[in-house]
């Protein structure tokens, strides 16, 4: 199955996918990544107390739930200082921010939502997705990401072309597909990146996408491409030396 992870990934270097997803080498899991699977996790361990009812959902839960999935990755006695110190300061002011919004009952919400399991394919080619939130409201469905970055420094990432960006035109798809197969009823009107920290000044940012046919058309391509280049045992490594600075297999390509 493809998601946008792999086809990001292939994008950025065919020989990290190589080495990641065909070879599966081992590598360690970083502090900034253990720290990004907390923060979502603790924030769909409240989002589902929510959703049944828990009248103790609240900031107190939000935050123990984070120490309780940071503990589960098992990192390093420091990681695990400095994380929980700063997580639970940026959960804090990001529960403080959207209190109100996080308990609307006019938004019905779906979370996790698994669209692997669902058969849908582009081309023969099966497609794999779960999207962390999905706010749906008269009909209409805002699917959201949240990440854990500093939102001053991802203007690329959410441009067309980027990252972010193409991973919610992939997510329009996989809705698209879905509901052409009568599997998914809403129709998604936007994306949302919602940065769970604030920026240096100390705002928030939830960033709007909207996703037009030309994004479709340019994701569709990105994808046969990316089939070809497999089919063609094509994978050559990045010439992004900053690709490689934050690459786990830099000192296997460059030795």
């Known amino acids: 199955k493809l998601s946008v992870t792999h086809l990001n990934n292939y994008l950025k270097c065919p020989r990290l996918f190589f080495y990641q997803k065909l070879l599966r080498v081992p590598a360690a899991k970083t502090k900034h990544a253990c720290f990004g699977s907390a923060v979502h996790n603790a924030l769909f361990d409240l989002g589902t107390a929510i959703k049944s009812g828990n009248r103790d959902a609240g900031l107190e839960f939000l935050l123990k739930r984070f120490v309780e999935r940071l503990k589960d990755d098992n990192i390093i006695i420091q990681d695990y200082t400095d994380s929980q110190v700063f997580g639970k300061d940026t959960l804090t002011k990001y529960f403080n921010q959207y209190r109100t919004k996080l308990y609307d009952p006019s938004v019905t919400l779906l979370l996790e939502?698994?669209?692997?399991?669902?058969?849908?394919?582009?081309?023969?080619?099966?497609?794999?997705?779960?999207?962390?939130?999905?706010?749906?409201?008269?009909?209409?469905?805002?699917?959201?990401?949240?990440?854990?970055?500093?939102?001053?420094?991802?203007?690329?990432a959410l441009n067309p072309g980027g990252d972010y960006h193409r991973q919610i035109v992939f997510y329009k798809l996989l809705i698209d597909l879905a509901r052409k197969a009568g599997l998914f009823k809403a129709e998604m009107l936007r994306g949302e990146i919602d940065f769970v920290q604030a920026d240096a000044k100390g705002n928030f940012s939830k960033e709007s996408?909207?996703?037009?046919?030309?994004?479709?058309?340019?994701?569709?391509?990105?994808?046969?491409?990316?089939?070809?280049?497999?089919?063609?045992?094509?994978?050559?490594?990045?010439?992004?030396?900053?690709?490689?600075?934050?690459?786990?297999?830099?000192?296997?390509?460059?030795?």
């Open 113 to 156: 939502h698994n669209f692997g399991h669902k058969g849908l394919s582009y081309k023969d080619i099966e497609l794999d997705g779960k999207l962390d939130k999905i706010e749906i409201v008269d009909g209409k469905a805002v699917v959201v990401d949240y990440k854990t970055g500093n939102p001053s420094t991802k203007t690329k």
């Open 209 to 255: 996408i909207y996703v037009s046919d030309e994004d479709i058309t340019v994701l569709e391509k990105n994808i046969e491409d990316m089939c070809a280049g497999l089919k063609a045992q094509q994978f050559d490594k990045t010439t992004d030396r900053k690709v490689c600075e934050r690459c786990d297999f830099n000192s296997i390509c460059w030795r």
